[in-house]
Nanobody
């Protein structure tokens, strides 16, 4: 079955960096656009970043543009999210997801989801 497993979350201070990873199995990784979405307590899940199948094109939410970078390694079936200059408002559970729509900015546009990894940014 399809598995997406996120890692790399943690507790950091404002201004710090984190790199999230998402390892995929059970699907033809290079056939899917991959995305990162996040959900803060009491809020709806929101789009963060997405990357096309080949990695040749990316798309970001305005709130993270210039601070976050999404990338993928199709040979390793892994997608990454480099997060720099973290802010307390970035605190959320971060999910990776796979889908066929582009750009996949809505949760319903994804077919497969990971379990999420917690990112907490203290002020």
């Amino acid at each position: 079955q399809v598995q997406l497993v996120e890692s790399g979350g943690g507790l950091v201070q404002a201004g710090a960096s984190l790199r999230l990873s998402c390892a995929a199995s059970g699907l033809t990784f290079g056939s899917y656009a991959m995305g990162w979405l996040r959900q803060a307590p009491g809020k709806e899940r929101e789009f963060v970043a997405a990357i096309r199948r080949s990695g040749g094109s990316t798309y970001y939410a305005d709130s993270v543009k210039g601070r976050f970078t999404i990338s993928r390694d199709n040979a390793k079936n892994t997608v990454y999210l480099q997060m720099n200059s973290l802010k307390p408002e970035d605190t959320a559970v971060y999910y990776c997801a796979a889908g066929n729509y582009w750009p996949p900015t809505r949760a319903y546009e994804y077919d497969y989801w990971g379990q999420g990894t917690q990112v907490t940014v203290s002020s």
